[in-house]
């Protein structure tokens, strides 16, 4: 092949003319289908619809109900909606790989994602643990005396976002460019070419403005992640601004927005269960497990099969692409009793952290996938701080009694029909409107 | 809005481009030739929108969006769908010839349907399959048959006599008009691939039947059941053949009556690959693509032809008067506008291609339509042009053609998965032509029939869809 360089799978470049075709055979992957075995009760073009990213939930019973997997010609994947099969996905690293956010985004800019170091998890740790609170409350007192407010925005975007910026450590007059270029970046990871392009200008503006800084803090560091990243001990050197930039963009902080933001939803929608958390916190904690799995923000995540394998009856290619739907493994009425139904003390839901193939006591768990797989360790390893999702859960917590603290005669406000929705197909699905008016505690 | 918020809250009240139901694929349709804006990156390049592929608009008037591929994106990551478009000719065609680097496992849309076929495989099984298969259409026992491809047109055409639907064949004031879709070119490539199979004249009817659900029920599409179905009646009835046939073998015969050679379904039950006869499921699944293959392509190919022709009318009137000129019309028509849009293709290794990282085992068409309108080779490529100097219409050949200036056009594909039908559909439609214009005095098109483009008047572009029905005006007598 002329204007074409063969890189193999281990990275190095194969020379031309030297692979033997003589012996290169293929055979049958995908088989053929049997009268018995159409895919007639949906359309593939109806997962890419407007109707699936306002509600995705009928059409992702249909696909666990009748085609555990199915092969959906028009986006070129495989959907998988069953509770065991959707973590079985998620746990078989030695079959599946998930490809990083800066592979969508097209960010092809050398930098490395350093959110796996130990430093740098104890700074997220530390940083979100110890500020969670103290920001709820700040978010709060934005509104507390106003008597209504937007608790999307107001609360559970802006308090993620708090966190985020609190965790770097910027200086209070970047936090606003900061603030536009950060979600430019991350909403960048998208087959939207307008968003896209955004994304990757919004990673070089992001670079350029943490160069300085990084620099500084390397010089005078702090307890904040941008110095942890600045004065990591690396064989290969220091970190950049770079490495910096793809590490955020890896980083899951819409999980966290999107689950205070459904969870509230779903708190308001029915005057009984908000009145069961007032009466018992402990319970409180438990609607944001359920929030997980009722209403998970991330609906689904994309991973790729290293070799072909065979799974669910059917044979997935090499790269062929897997589509694991947390948010109908999470409806599964295998797993869960009347999973569409959003219970705050559900007693079939696991109330600790899961481990392993998502469960504990027996119990599965939510899945929710911008959290990562489960620990397979029995308990977390002494080195390490907790988990992200426990991190997510605890601070969706503290911040929620915060607000529950604050106000009183917390209610939607009348005639008002929020609902959760992706605001574009791929995108996480969450609810973006949630007015209310409440009486200043 | 908020009291001490660092940062503008309205970055969040963005409402969603959702709350639009239908929006997501409506994009607006342009005149012919020009691309909707979808946005520009700030050193002017364009941006592309895959949702394009998915919309009427480039339905219709796909080629402004391939040129902006070509020209900007000649690999093109289409990340909503999860596939790789490659578009510029000479990468096409390199893709094509590599046929170990980028093999053809991906075509499980049709495989779900029609079975394991050579379209499938790649290196040394797809070779066995291929000459086993492929000769039977090709060479001398084909030309023997192009009397019988005669007969078959003219015996359609007579037919047209007793046909009772106006909406197919009508007359009135010395005028006859006829919809050449149904009265000749939806049926007759089905007509002749029968004939070269073997299949018994009875059976034809069913056969039809069974090609059209198995077309239109291809992996993906709404009519899956229907097409799953008509691939089970095919195997049900092929199964009792190929029992009949393996015990006693069936002939074609000439015009004379001399027996030309065996029929292809006779010789695939006398085939063995590796010491092993082929399984009733294989040669089904052959027979399937042989109809699948050789049915829609070649109706496309003829009506394309007609529809062409007629809107230029010199280069219609030079084909009246110069018979040889029908072979150029037909390869200048597939140039322009081919019936099948492309392949598509798995890559083995992990590739980078224009600058492109592509993983490997990714999904990528090779779009064979860009490949025929790439300016990189022909000349002005939008333009229909049978007397054009850049373009090779000479026989098909499998290693392709790129001397004097002149190209093969794609439509047929090039290398080892070249169409092995090339031969035969070129001889049913340029045949089936000549036969035709003895019989249509004068013919023109029924404007106020044909389906208009937007502004309500000129005639519908063909973009991706061939012409689906042509209706013909002619003098009588
Ligand atoms: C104008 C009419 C036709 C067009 C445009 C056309 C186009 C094509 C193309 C582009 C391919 C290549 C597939 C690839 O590269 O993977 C192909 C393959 C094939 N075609 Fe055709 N075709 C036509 C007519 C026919 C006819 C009449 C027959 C049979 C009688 C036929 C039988 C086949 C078969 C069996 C293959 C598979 C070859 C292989 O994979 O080795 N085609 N055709």
């Given amino acids: 092949m002329k204007a074409t360089e063969v890189i193999g799978a281990n990275g190095v470049a194969i020379p031309q003319g030297t692979r033997g075709s003589a012996g290169f055979r293929t055979y049958e992957v995908h088989q053929r289908e049997r009268v018995g075995q159409s895919t007639e009760k949906i359309k593939p073009i109806q997962l890419v619809s407007p109707e699936f990213a306002r509600n995705p939930y009928p059409f992702l019973d249909i696909l666990r109900e009748n085609y555990p997997c199915f092969r959906d010609w028009l986006s070129n994947c495989y959907w998988v909606t069953r509770y065991n099969d959707v973590t079985s996905i998620f746990t078989d690293d030695a079959n599946f790989e998930t490809r990083p956010k800066r592979w969508m985004l097209g960010l092809d800019n050398g930098g490395s994602n350093l959110g796996g170091e130990v430093p740098v998890l104890t700074a997220i740790a530390n940083g979100i643990d110890g500020n969670a609170a103290r920001l709820a409350e700040q978010a709060v007192s934005g509104f507390a005396g106003r008597g209504r407010a937007d608790l999307a925005i107001e609360f559970a975007a802006r308090f993620a976002l708090e966190l985020l910026l609190n965790l770097l450590d910027l200086p209070e007059r970047d936090a606003d460019r900061f603030a536009g270029h950060y979600l430019a970046m991350k909403r960048g990871v998208t087959w939207e070419p307008r968003l896209r392009q955004r994304g990757l200008e919004a990673a070089g503006e992001l670079e350029r403005y943490f160069e300085p800084l990084l620099e500084r803090r390397r010089a005078d560091p702090g307890a904040d992640l941008v110095s942890a990243i600045a004065t990591l001990d690396r064989e290969d050197g220091r970190a950049s601004a770079r490495d910096l930039v793809v590490t955020l963009l890896e980083l899951d902080f819409d999980t966290l927005h999107g689950t205070l933001a459904n969870l509230w939803l779903r708190l308001l929608e029915e005057s009984g269960r908000l009145q069961s958390v007032r009466d018992e916190p402990r319970f409180l904690k438990l609607a944001v497990l359920e929030t997980f799995r009722h209403s998970t923000p991330v609906l689904q995540a994309m991973r790729f099969a290293r070799h072909e394998v065979e799974r669910f009856g059917r044979l997935i290619p090499e790269g062929g692409l897997v589509v694991c739907s947390a948010a109908a493994g999470n409806r599964d009425p295998r797993i869960f009793r009347n999973p569409d139904e959003f219970i705050v003390n559900r007693k079939d839901l696991c109330h600790r952290e899961a481990r392993g193939q998502y469960r504990t006591d027996g119990l599965a768990t939510g899945i929710t996938v911008g959290l990562g797989p489960p620990s397979k360790h029995p308990a977390i390893p002494e080195d390490r701080p907790r988990s992200a999702f426990a991190i997510a859960r605890d601070t969706a917590v503290t911040a929620s009694a915060v607000l529950l603290d604050a106000l009183d005669d917390l209610q939607l406000e009348p005639g008002a029909e929020p609902y959760p929705v992706c605001r574009r197909i791929g995108e996480m699905h969450a609810c973006w409107r949630l007015p209310v008016r409440f009486r200043k505690a | ?477």
């Fill in chain 2, 1 to 477: 809005m908020s009291g001490g918020c660092p940062f503008a809250l309205d970055i969040f009240a963005e409402p969603a481009a959702t709350d639009d139901p239908g929006a997501q694929f409506n994009f607006p349709l342009m005149p012919e030739g020009e691309a909707v804006d979808m946005g520009h990156a700030p050193d002017g390049t364009p941006l592309f929108d895959p949702r394009i592929l998915n919309s009427a608009e480039f339905m219709r008037n796909p080629y402004p969006y391939y040129r902006l591929l070509r020209d900007h994106y000649p690999v093109f990551h289409d990340r909503l769908c999860n596939t790789y478009y490659v578009t510029r000719y000479e990468d096409i065609t390199n893709c094509y010839f590599d046929d170990e680097g980028f093999n053809t496992i991906p075509k499980g849309s049709s495989s779900g349907v029609l079975g394991n076929t050579q379209l499938e495989l790649s290196g040394v099984e797809h070779r066995r399959r291929r000459n086993l298969y492929g000769q039977h259409l090709v060479g001398r026992s084909l030309r023997n048959r192009i009397p019988a491809i005669q007969r078959q047109a003219r015996g359609m055409i007579e037919a047209w006599e007793r046909i009772d639907d106006p909406r197919v064949v009508s007359k009135s004031n010395g005028v006859g008009t006829v919809e050449l879709g149904r009265a000749f070119a939806n049926e007759f490539p089905i007509r002749v691939v029968c004939e070269v199979l073997g299949f018994p004249k009875e059976a034809q009817d069913d056969f039809y039947y069974w090609y059209n659900s198995m077309m239109s029920g291809l992996g993906g599409s709404q009519t899956h059941q229907q097409g799953l179905e008509a691939r089970q009646h095919l195997e049900d009835y092929v199964e009792g053949i190929v029992e009949a046939r393996r015990k006693e073998p069936t002939w074609l015969y000439d015009e004379a009556g001399n027996p030309i050679s065996k029929d292809i379904i006779t010789k695939l039950c006398e085939t063995r690959v590796d010491g092993d006869f082929l399984s009733t499921e294989e040669i089904t699944s052959n027979i399937a693509l042989v109809v699948g293959g050789g049915g829609e392509t070649t109706r496309g190919a003829i009506l394309n032809m007609w529809y062409l022709l007629l809107q230029h009318a010199e280069q219609f009137e030079a084909v009246c008067n110069d018979d040889a000129l029908w072979d150029t019309a037909f390869h200048e028509t597939l140039r322009h506008s081919s019936s099948i849009g492309g392949q598509p293709r798995h890559n083995t290794y992990d590739v980078v291609m224009h600058g492109v990282k592509v993983p490997a085992g990714s999904l990528m068409q090779m779009v064979d339509f860009s490949a025929n309108h790439d300016e990189r080779i022909f000349k002005d490529p939008e333009t229909f042009n049978i007397f054009r100097d850049d373009l090779y219409s000479g026989k098909i050949l499998r290693s392709g053609y790129n001397r004097d200036g002149r190209h093969n056009h794609m439509a047929f594909g090039v290398g080892p998965h070249l169409c092995p039908g090339a031969w035969i559909s070129h001889q049913e439609a340029v045949e089936g032509s000549r036969i035709l214009l003895k019989h249509l005095k004068n013919p023109r098109i029924n404007v106020g029939r044909m389906p208009k483009d937007i502004d309500g008047e000129s005639l519908r572009p063909i973009g991706l869809m061939s012409v689906r029905e042509l209706h013909l005006d002619y003098d009588l007598g």
